[in-house]
């Protein structure tokens, strides 16, 4: 059964800065692979997907991730973030199985930015 | 504007009292489901259907009733609400697999059961 393992659960980081945010998934087929954001009350916005292809996506927000087959991996980066940042993330993949177009979601990284 | 509506948005009940939550969408997709999502658990699919008449159970379904009796609409009914079901739920659509289709959600819909 496919699963998504998020390893933080929180990341604070500093406005301005660098972020990653790991996700490393188990799928046995080509994995159809998401990125969302839940801010604060609201629901979830689509930030990026990798279906097939160039293997570094580019997302919404200024958001990329990159596909990595051999670690099975599919980390979320931003070069700065911005307060508005702040908000949970989660990966997920996407299984097709008799029809049922499943998302399997990680438990999710809250992120938290300082001044 | 292209979306999923969920109503209500909050709900706060009582044990045993049965309750529809709502499901709209207005972008003729053929597939839809339900999500809930847990502190630690991330989301987790309740229920899901590939068409009119055609549903069937997600990973959790104990508890939940689905319908599809017209494509845009899958309402959920929790036929006797238990407080093991305070969760904040989400309704999502999609067109079906073979066009790299992603799934649109709804806002989400938190309940409280008593």
């Known amino acids: 059964a496919q699963s998504v393992t998020q390893p933080d659960i929180h990341i604070t980081v500093s406005e301005g800065a660098s972020l990653e945010l790991r996700c490393n998934y188990s799928y046995g087929a080509t994995p159809y692979l998401f990125w969302y954001v839940q801010s604060p009350g609201q629901g979830l916005q689509l930030l990026l997907k990798?279906?097939?292809?160039?293997?570094l996506v580019q997302g919404i927000k200024g958001f990329e991730a990159e596909f990595k087959r051999s670690q099975s991996s599919f980390n979320l980066r931003k070069p700065s973030v911005h307060w508005s940042d702040a908000a949970e993330y989660f990966c997920a993949v996407e299984s097709s199985n008799f029809g049922n177009e499943k998302l399997t979601f990680g438990t999710g990284t809250r992120l938290t930015i300082i001044p | 504007e292209a979306q999923v509506t969920q109503n209500p948005r909050y709900l706060i009940t009582v044990t045993g009292k049965k309750l529809t939550v709502t499901c709209s969408q207005n972008?003729?997709?053929?597939?839809m489901s339900w999500y809930r999502q847990d502190p630690g658990l991330g989301l987790r699919q309740i229920y899901y259907s590939m068409n009119v008449e055609v549903t069937d159970k997600g990973d959790v379904p104990e508890g939940y009733k689905v319908s599809r009796k017209e494509k845009r609409n899958f309402p959920l009914i929790l036929e006797s609400p238990s407080p093991n079901q305070t969760s904040l739920y989400f309704c999502?659509?999609?067109?079906?697999?073979?066009?790299?289709?992603?799934?649109?959600f709804g806002p989400g819909t938190r309940l409280t059961v008593l």
């Open positions: 990798y279906f097939s292809g160039d293997t």
């Open positions: 999502a659509s999609s067109l079906l697999r073979g066009s790299y289709n992603e799934q649109f």
């Open positions: 972008m003729n997709h053929e597939y």
